[in-house]
């Protein structure tokens, strides 16, 4: 059955189990902070969608935004004294935004529908423990290449195979195309080989060129209107 959230259009794509820190400074999402803190929004949630490509400053059609979002639970609120907020989130659950309403309150609600990860068929099952050693290594190679050591840290040993490509990429400097595909893929085996073969090209690149690369569109130039 479909849901209604609060929707928080970013030019960046959360992903389950990653943390989002956010500087909250426009009045409608000052309010909808509020909302989450006093809890007229239950569950101190709310969704996180990636804009499409283009310059979109005041989102209100669906169009302007991907189908599939991550919600965020609240975790750390900052007032500052001006009014704004530095507040910290965690992505939850995935959700496919089915509708947008942006008149109903001060800051967007979305008509949202869970989805939940794809059964793994049993013969599938025993590619789990390889994929995911493969997967971590890829992690471990990319970290190497970018960071130093003291700036990641692995997933833990119990991480399942359901979050795990996610918290490999949390902290990988990925292109929004690249984040978007990892959280529409909903069988797990195949985010896993997919979050390996674009952590594997992105080292590649790395000892390359000594750079992480990113889409086209972040190097346009918006046009003056002077």
């Not at 947008?100 to 025993?126: F, Q, R, T």
């Amino acid at each position: 059955m479909a849901e209604t959230l609060p929707i928080f259009p970013l030019g960046t794509v959360l992903l389950p189990g990653a943390s989002l820190p956010l500087h909250i400074f426009e009045p409608r999402y000052r309010q909808l902070t509020v909302d989450l803190v006093t809890g007229a929004v239950t569950g101190r949630s709310f969704g996180v969608v990636a804009i499409r490509q283009g310059w979109v400053t005041d989102v209100d059609e669906l169009s302007q935004l991907h189908e599939v979002g991550c919600s965020a639970t609240l975790r750390q609120v900052d007032r500052l004294p001006d009014g704004r907020f530095d507040i910290v989130t965690r992505g939850e659950r995935r959700f496919r935004l089915l509708d947008l309403d942006s008149g109903s309150a001060p800051y967007l609600l979305g008509s949202v529908e869970w989805l939940p990860d794809a059964e793994v068929a049993g013969a599938s099952v025993a590619a789990a423990p390889q994929l995911s050693d493969s997967a971590r290594a890829a992690h471990r190679r990319y970290c190497n290449a970018a960071w130093h050591r003291e700036d990641w840290t692995e997933p833990e040993i119990g991480a399942d195979t359901g979050t795990l490509a996610h918290l490999l990429a949390a902290d990988c400097l990925l292109t929004i195309e690249d984040r978007q595909g990892l959280l529409e893929e909903r069988n797990p085996l195949r985010r896993l080989r997919m979050v390996r073969r674009v952590l594997n090209r992105e080292t590649g690149i790395l000892r390359e060129l000594r750079a992480i690369p990113a889409a086209l569109s972040e190097f346009s130039i918006r046009p003056s209107t002077n």
